[in-house]
């Protein structure tokens, strides 16, 4: 039997609230990881591109990380961590670990655009040196390098390294990744919102979903029901969700979330540039699609399956 997956379920990818001059809001960045706890989800992760982890110093992540593990009582934290400069990605995994991250979300390399060998030793390199769980992050469209299968497979054997976020868009390749680890304890993981479903259909064990900052409730009933094999609740719940999932990448993630956020009350819009709001034609669009699904108080279940 295969071991017992360690990330499992929904793991929002948070945004990161600014005040208007762009300093971060802590005390809303506070308050949405404790509406996401109350929401049931099974960890968060902070400082990830969602979060505008491009655009935040070294200090304000580990700020960052330091204020979300702070509010809450009970779920992990997955830091992002990772850069195109492995001496970098080490630095900034070691500040997390200290300052109260639980595991590590690692982007590959971006921009560089390193061959298949040089992802390999670089994640193994942070794995040999930072005593954490360890996430890798494939999303080509932002990296211009994909993670290809046999190097996913490899870096499984590494006790640190334990998931794999998929954002590539290939279900064929993440097919090949979930048959071959299956005997591992090893879990892929659905880094796009629109595909969380069919990834958990094919073995996936969850999402780190951005989505789920603006419909937590429903995102965990959907992921719940889906691990517990009701996909007929599960497809219903998918199609609920669907108008948003395309909604909040109408432009570059997290533009369309940020804005989602702050009609929903949870911050403000703002961005760092060179991010800009989400364009005017967009927004009454936004506002339909969330207006057709009715808020969810956190404290009001969603009928699923228990898994």
Request: proline content about 7%; some cysteine.
């Amino acid at each position: 039997m295969p071991p017992q997956p360690l990330f499992e379920g929904v793991y929002p990818a948070m945004t990161t609230p600014f005040e208007d001059d762009e300093r971060i809001d802590f005390d809303q960045l506070r308050a949405n990881a404790r509406r996401l706890e109350a929401a049931g989800v099974d960890g968060v992760v902070p400082v990830g591109s969602t979060g505008e982890s491009a655009t935040l110093s070294h200090d304000e992540h580990v700020e960052v990380i330091e204020a979300v593990a702070g509010a809450l009582e009970d779920v992990p934290v997955i830091a992002g961590t990772g850069s195109n400069n492995t001496r970098e990605a080490l630095s900034l995994s070691r500040r997390a670990r200290d300052a109260g991250a639980d595991a590590l979300l690692l982007i590959s390399p971006y921009y560089n655009k390193p061959e298949q060998r040089g992802l390999r030793e670089h994640y193994l390199t942070i794995a040999d040196e930072i005593d954490l769980p360890q996430i890798v992050y494939n999303v080509p469209s932002r990296t211009g390098r994909n993670i290809d299968p046999d190097t996913a497979v490899a870096l499984a054997d590494h006790e640190n390294i334990q998931a794999f976020k998929a954002a590539s868009g290939d279900l064929g390749q993440i097919t090949e990744i979930v048959e071959r680890t299956r005997e591992q304890d090893f879990t892929v993981l659905s880094g796009d919102d629109a595909l969380t479903l069919p990834m958990l259909s094919i073995g996936a064990r969850g999402a780190i979903s951005v989505v789920a900052n603006v419909e937590p409730v429903r995102t965990c009933a959907m992921v719940g029901a889906a691990l517990a094999g009701d996909f007929e609740r599960a497809r219903e719940l998918h199609h609920e969700l669907g108008p948003l999932a395309r909604a909040l990448f109408i432009e570059t993630n997290p533009i369309p979330v940020k804005e989602a956020m702050a009609i929903r009350g949870h911050g403000s819009p703002e961005l760092r540039s060179p991010l800009t709001r989400l364009a005017e034609e967009h927004r009454a669009h936004l506002r339909d699609v969330l207006d057709d699904l009715d808020p969810i108080d956190v404290e009001t279940p969603v009928e699923t399956t228990d898994r």
